[in-house]
């Protein structure tokens, strides 16, 4: 299986500062990556696809780099709504795979 | 736009079969789409349970495989999960998604159930 190690676990950012998560795969999974915004109590939402496609309605202020083995999900300036648990998931191979998450809140 | 909605026990006893199903509204089960179950022990990530194709063909994470079964019924536009020999760590939300793209990404999600594994 490919492992998917996301960090930080959590983070504590102000309104308006920009945010970076990381997540590392235990093997090169090329661009088969995507992201997910789950906030509490819901189920999770496709964020972006494909390392670095938004998903429709999608704010900007999202984005999402990274090949092989490492990856980035960016929020250029965080907004109170965006507080929610993110979450990568490889495609690359089955069985499919998610990272830990990362819980967002607002200092 | 597609609609998926999640039904089944939310209480089942330890040794139990969890049994879900997954009914798809606003668009065919019969489509170039995989289907899938997801799951999120409280407090926890989400861990991918396995997945179906309308002609039956499934895939299992390895992990559960001896415990789970994934069956499509498209006469009614659904699938189901079958996980047996449950324990306490069965416990968690379940959700049942759609892959894009043949497996991924899940770009429509129910709304989750939550079972709980419980004398």
């Known amino acids: 299986d490919i492992q998917m190690t996301q960090s930080p676990s959590s983070l504590s950012a102000s309104v308006g500062d920009r945010v970076t998560i990381t997540c590392q795969a235990s093997q090169d999974i090329s661009k088969y990556l995507n992201w997910y915004q789950q906030k509490p109590g819901k189920a999770p939402n496709l964020l972006i696809y494909?390392?670095?496609n938004l998903e429709t309605g999608v704010p900007s202020r999202f984005s999402g780099s990274g090949s092989g083995t490492s990856f980035t999900l960016t929020i250029s300036s965080l907004q109170p709504e965006d507080i929610a648990t993110y979450s990568c998931q490889q495609y690359y191979s089955l069985p499919l795979t998610f990272g830990g998450g990362t819980k967002v809140e607002i200092k | 736009q597609v609609q998926l909605q999640e039904s089944g026990p939310g209480l089942v006893k330890p040794s139990g079969t969890l049994s879900l199903t997954c009914t798809v509204s606003g668009g065919s089960i019969s489509t170039s789409n995989w289907w899938s179950w997801v799951r999120q022990p409280p407090g926890k990530g989400l861990e991918w349970i396995g997945e179906i194709y309308h002609s039956g063909s499934a895939n299992y994470n390895p992990s559960l495989k001896s415990r789970v079964t994934i069956s499509v019924d498209k006469s009614k536009n659904q699938f189901s999960l079958k996980l047996n020999s449950v324990t306490a760590a069965d416990t968690g939300v379940y959700y049942c998604?759609?892959?894009?793209?043949?497996?991924?990404?899940?770009?429509?999600w129910g709304q989750g159930t939550l079972v709980t594994v419980s004398s």
């Open positions: 494909d390392v670095s």
């Open positions: 998604a759609r892959g894009l793209a043949g497996s991924s990404p899940f770009d429509s």
